[in-house]
């Protein structure tokens, strides 16, 4: 397995983006470790904030809202997933999984002892971590879910089949622009160079390419079984569970509707459909901030 690492250079001088790095090694094959970035505001606390992105994004993506967050003095904690941001990135398509992608992000949550976890994810953000709520709910105090899913092999949307046939035949995969195609707010082109900032050449952009790939939409894929299996605990989670997803968002408007109807901890909360697309990070930070900091009053 090839293990690439992005430059550092390549993070040179992005706007908004001056988070202390923070490094640990994840096993990614039985001999072979690769180098997981995170950032981690308010180390000090035992309660914390854990976001985490999709793709083609990486912790940037949370830029507006960190610094809100950390006002709070919880911890706040915004990995990078291998294969994205400042994380290392594996040299092929067929090195990532999502069971892969759930035992990576399981030691890493191991490796820093986390407890008293509020999760926030979205798009792939949403995909792992719920998985990593149904291993061990008693590590999570609650929950934000924006804009993401749980499938369990009943079918895509157009629009994801769209997305799909787009990420596997495009020939330049664009990060940046990808990112400022799905949100309402038009980037800057800074914001557009700093989304494309790990991926210095498309050797780089192996998961990125292969994500689309790996959601289990139909019943014979990968990971449904173990989906399904995951629906079964959270179905009993009853902890605090918001959804907030973006009115123009094609791929998972909708969705909310499930996490309502099946997770107990949805009940009696004030979910929302806001004027945001996919990234709604881009579009709503500061209101998705605010409802991870109401989310036990």
């Not at 997981?36 to 809202?65: A, I, K, T």
């Not at 976890?117 to 105090?141: E, M, N, Y």
């Not at 791929?251 to 509707?257: A, C, F, I, M």
């Amino acid at each position: 397995m090839d293990i690439l690492r992005t430059p550092d250079s390549c993070f040179d001088n992005i706007k908004d983006y001056s988070f202390s790095p923070n490094y640990c090694d994840i096993n990614v094959t039985e001999n072979q470790t690769a180098r997981m970035h995170y950032v981690d505001e308010n180390s000090q606390s035992d309660e914390v904030f854990l976001l985490l992105h999709g793709e083609p994004s990486w912790s940037y993506l949370y830029r507006h809202m960190i610094p809100i967050l950390a006002k709070t003095g919880k911890r706040v904690i915004a990995p990078d997933l291998i294969g994205f941001g400042k994380s290392d990135k594996l040299g092929s398509q067929s090195d990532y999984t999502y069971e892969n992608h759930v035992r990576w992000m399981s030691s890493f949550i191991n490796h820093l002892d986390l407890k008293n976890i509020t999760f926030f994810g979205q798009d792939w953000g949403g995909l792992i971590g719920l998985r990593i709520v149904a291993q061990d709910p008693s590590k999570f105090s609650g929950m934000l879910l924006a804009n993401t899913m749980l499938p369990i092999g009943k079918g895509a949307s157009e629009g994801f089949e769209a997305w799909k046939k787009y990420s596997q035949t495009v020939e330049h995969f664009n990060s940046g622009k990808i990112v400022n195609n799905a949100s309402l707010k038009k980037l800057s082109d800074d914001e557009i160079a700093a989304y494309n900032a790990p991926f210095p050449d498309d050797s780089y952009k192996a998961c990125a390419r292969q994500f689309p790939n790996l959601v289990p939409l139909y019943p014979d894929d990968a990971s449904v079984p173990e989906n399904i299996a995951a629906w079964e605990i959270l179905k009993k989670f009853d902890k605090p569970t918001l959804t907030i997803f973006g009115s123009k968002d094609p791929v998972t408007l909708g969705g909310e509707k499930i996490f309502q109807k099946l997770i107990p901890g949805c009940k009696d909360l004030k979910h929302e459909v806001v004027e945001a697309a996919h990234f709604i990070q881009e579009d709503q930070p500061e209101l998705l901030a605010q409802g991870l900091i109401n989310l036990y009053s």
